[in-house]
Every structure is written in C-alpha cells, then in structure tokens.
C-alpha cells in the first residue's frame, strides 16, 4: 500500500493547476532539461512541480495540522477530545474541513499573486474560472489527505502521513536540484570540490539532528527531549511571517515598482546588499527562537509540565531554537560560502534536511516497535 500511494503522489506530482496559459506551458517545456542521464532527471524534467496538485495540495493539510495543534492549546474542549481515543475522529475530521478551506483560500490568492510573472501562470480571471482554480487546488488535497490517510491506516505512515508527503516534496526537488547541476558542470572533475564540500555539510547535518532529536535530559528521575519544539511548527511559523512582506510586495508591485524591487532585493538570505540580509537572517534566526518557546508553551498547555520541571523545559526550548537557526541559517549560509570557493554554489536547505531526517527517523522507529514511554520525550501535538 505504501509503494501505490507514492506512485500516485508522484502522478499527481505531474498535473499542474487548471487554467495555466499557453505561453507559461510552452515557456516551461521549452526549457526542459539538457541531454543526458542527468539533465533527464534535473529540476527542468518536472516543469510543473511547484504548480502541481500534489505540491500545492498537501500544504493546506499540513498547516490544517498545525493550526489545529495550536487551537487545542487553548480549547478545552479540543484538550479533552483530544484525550479521548472515541472523539479523535471528531478533530480528525474538522482538521479536514479546515485543510479544504484554507485551500480554497489558498488558490484565491495564487491566482492573484501569479497573475505577475513573467511569463504569467494565469491570465485574465473572471470569477468562473478563479472558482475553477480553487476547486481543483481543493481537491489536490482532498487526494493529498485520502493518501496521507491511507499511508498511515494501510501503510508505513505511523500518524506522519501528510508530513512524509510534505517532506518528500521537498527531498524530490532536492534530488532533481543536484542532478541539473551534474547536467550543466563543464566537467564531473569540477563538481568534485563543492560537491564534496556539499556533501560534508548535508552528512554533518544529518548526523547532528539525528543525535539532538534522540537526545533527552534528564531532570531528577524525569526525561525531557533536548529538541523540546521539535522541528516543523517553528520553521513554519517563521517562514509564514517572513513571507508577509513579499506577498504584500507581489499585490502593491504595480502602485509601488521601485520598492516592490527593493523588498525583491533584499528581503532574503543572499543577494547584493550586505547589510539588509544580515538583518533579514538576524530576524529569521530571532524568529525560530522565539517560535521555538511559543510551541514550548502550547505544548505545556496539551500536557502540562510539573512547576520544578518549567525552568529546564524553558531552557530545552531555547537551545533547540538556537539549533534551528543553526541548522535552518548558519549551515546554509557557510554552505554556500564554502562550495562558491570551491568552484560552484551548492545551496542546502537546513529546513528540508531536518524535516527530512525527522520523520524517517521516526518511520524507523514506529517500524522496530518503538513507542514513547515517558511523557515528555515525545511531543503532544503528534508533529515533528
């Protein structure tokens, strides 16, 4: 069941949203990929994978789980449902109605904001086609959630379905990234260096997460897990707020083009200006520290934490924040630094990685048999 599930992901992988112009399709298959095993399988090979049903599908999903994470915290009545195992199909099934709505208004935004590229994935929208765009985004993820849902009932999904799905979006572009950068080297001798060094940073990166995610710390008798906020919900939380400004930028570019370019410029990690994206990671990195105690808190609001245990818990909770600015910012950023000095720019993305290694090592636990059996080693929430 699990192998028929990831076909069918990977089908729908393929289909791109309804009403793409002709211009944008023929744009996008003109640029597929050079000749060659490698420039079969680059980024160029899947020209529609980031407007596809199943890249825009899970994410309403995704977030659907996050936010319901976040409404149990402070709903009684969601804590108590949540604690019995009869009424759990109730928030399973409003966690689906929200992962429809919010992909309903998802798709209205998409098709505003994609409306000004160059080329534009769609033209001129009368409020037919716009309901026609939002129906099939909406169901994109109703085909998401009936496959997360059947990877975790019939498969080896072990509860972390949608995330698996969500994740391997992530690692697919990965591979097909590093593919086309095999295709377009002028030689295999001159990848070997920032390949390498690439390789180093994924490797150490891998290795240490694995570690902090299995560490634990012991407090008295009590075990507390070292990464208490895990890490999906504060890389989303702050990724969620750094993106507000480039979606104002995309509506106001053409009442303010000049500053709409200046945010373009330098609202990221890298460009030209050195200044504003020091401060844009200082922000990013301020961001995931201070998400990393918000989930801490909503966490200890699902399974409260005895008052002697709070201040190390406190602690635990910034310390796993810095990890992540490391592991989402520093890392990358030396990345980058490295493999341009060896010969060519390798980007990692610390975020994916993590996401990653994350639910594959907790796949490989559920599969040997492992449960949680101290209370604070495992996250409430049931999210990485």
Not at 215 to 228: K, N, Q
Not at 255 to 279: D, T
Request: charged share 10%.
């Amino acid at each position: 069941m699990t192998a028929i599930c990831l076909v069918v992901w990977r089908l729908l992988d393929q289909i791109p949203v309804s009403d793409v112009t002709n211009i944008f399709i023929q744009g996008r298959l003109l640029n597929l990929g050079e000749p060659g095993f490698f420039g079969a399988i680059g980024p160029k090979s899947i020209p529609f994978a980031s407007w596809s049903l199943a890249r825009l599908g899970i994410g309403p999903y995704v977030e659907a789980l996050i936010v319901m994470s976040v409404a149990a915290a402070f709903s009684a009545r969601l804590r108590e449902m949540a604690g019995n195992r009869d009424r759990r199909a109730s928030i399973a099934r409003w966690t689906r109605a929200l992962a429809m709505g919010l992909a309903l208004s998802q798709a209205y935004a998409f098709t505003l904001l994609y409306q000004n590229g160059f080329p534009p994935v769609f033209g001129p929208l009368d409020w037919s086609a716009r309901l026609a765009i939002g129906l099939a985004l909406a169901g994109g993820t109703a085909l998401m959630i009936l496959l997360a849902d059947a990877l975790d009932e019939f498969g080896l999904g072990f509860g972390y379905g949608a995330v698996i799905f969500y994740a391997l979006g992530s690692l697919g572009l990965e591979v097909h990234r590093i593919a086309d950068y095999f295709a377009s080297a002028p030689s295999l001798e001159a990848l070997f260096r920032p390949v390498a060094v690439w390789t180093a940073f994924t490797v150490g990166l891998t290795v240490a997460t694995v570690a902090v995610l299995l560490a634990v710390r012991r407090v008295a008798t009590t075990e507390l897990r070292l990464l208490w906020s895990g890490v999906l919900r504060p890389v989303q939380f702050a990724g969620a707020l750094l993106s507000v400004p480039l979606l104002a930028a995309n509506y106001y570019y053409a009442r303010y083009p000049a500053e709409v370019q200046w945010i373009y410029a330098n609202w990221r990690s890298f460009g030209s200006n050195l200044s504003p994206n020091v401060g844009y990671l200082l922000i990013y990195a301020g961001l995931l520290v201070g998400f990393a105690l918000f989930v801490a808190a909503i966490d200890d609001r699902l399974m409260p934490v005895p008052s002697p245990l709070r201040p190390a818990v406190i602690r635990l909770a910034v310390l796993g924040g810095v990890f992540l600015a490391l592991a989402v910012i520093a890392i990358p950023v030396a990345d980058r630094l490295l493999t341009r000095a060896a010969g060519l720019a390798i980007p990692i993305s610390g975020a994916d990685v993590l996401l990653v290694v994350a639910v594959v090592l907790f796949a490989v636990r559920a599969i040997e048999g492992y449960r949680p059996v101290v209370p604070f080693t495992a996250s409430p929430s049931g999210l990485p």
